[in-house]
């Protein structure tokens, strides 16, 4: 079966989007430079999220070719990680590489757009909008206590996330909705807590995975695992608890940080 590589037009567009740095947490990698004669240095890898050919990490044959080449199949990620994330793709599924990629993205974007605006609004209208967000956001938050693997989340949490993502649509999220805070660095922020929470209610409403008893979501398999349970089981339960409970943490970070904002703490103009 013939490799469905991406094009040089991909391979520079996903690593342009994030700054030519590896979008893998943490990585300092900036991965272009020029050489002392000249030339150019490349140290990043476009990688498949989900592999070029059968046999691949994390291979799905419902994709198509042309999804397989697709931007939205890719990470840009430096040779070290690249390497990594193949070797061990039961730590890295899909979903967390794509949200590696669209994380650093928006954190490019912040970086372009970020500078003070003059724009016939003031720091108070930005606060006025945080807070109407703030409020909805609160309806949606859950806690995880002691076993990651047996999440509980609140219907009302659920239909909470729900009306959130109806809300914010991911390209139709304009200035003038009632909870766009006008500003790019705080709207970058309130985008990747939305993108968070759509993460979390895609994992908690797949009824393959999940169970709903009317009052909560509990990850289907989780409170019955023991030693005897079969391996692709246990994956299967760790896998999606580690997706929601990632997702959990950037959505908290998020409204952590539009707290400070909405109550005056830090000003749009400060370097997060």
Not at 85 to 99: A, I, N
Not at 111 to 125: K, Q, T
Not at 218 to 235: D, F, M, Q
Request: hydrophobic share 40%; proline share 6%; charged share 20%.
């Amino acid at each position: 079966m013939a490799r469905d590589n991406f094009t040089p037009a991909t391979k520079s567009a996903l690593a342009r989007n994030v700054h030519f740095r590896c979008v893998y947490p943490g990585c300092p990698v900036v991965t272009h430079a020029s050489t002392p004669h000249g030339d150019n240095v490349n140290l990043g890898h476009a990688a498949h999220i989900s592999a070029a050919a059968q046999g691949g990490p994390r291979f799905d044959d419902e994709l198509t070719p042309a999804q397989r080449r697709a931007y939205e199949n890719g990470a840009w990620l430096c040779a070290n990680h690249a390497k990594l994330v193949d070797d061990d793709e039961l730590t890295f599924p899909r979903e967390t590489m794509r949200g590696w990629q669209r994380k650093m993205e928006e954190s490019a974007r912040a970086a372009v757009y970020g500078a003070p605006m003059n724009a016939n609004f003031d720091f108070s209208e930005i606060c006025s909008k945080l807070e109407l967000f703030l409020k909805a956001c609160r309806k949606a938050t859950f806690s995880v206590y002691r076993e990651p693997k047996y999440i509980q989340v609140p219907r009302e949490c659920v239909t909470a996330m729900q009306e959130l993502i109806r809300q914010c649509p991911k390209d139709h999220w304009r200035p003038v909705h009632q909870w766009h805070s006008l500003h790019p660095i705080t709207h970058a922020i309130q985008v990747r807590a939305v993108n968070a929470v759509r993460r979390i209610f895609h994992e908690v409403t797949d009824y393959n995975k999940w169970y709903s008893d009317g009052y909560t979501y509990v990850i289907l398999g989780a409170a019955n695992t023991w030693s005897l349970t079969p391996a692709e089981e246990i994956t299967r339960v760790n896998q999606t608890a580690a997706i929601v409970c990632e997702a959990l943490l950037e959505f908290t970070e998020c409204i952590g940080h539009l707290n400070e904002y909405a109550a005056g703490r830090r000003h749009p103009g400060n370097i997060m």
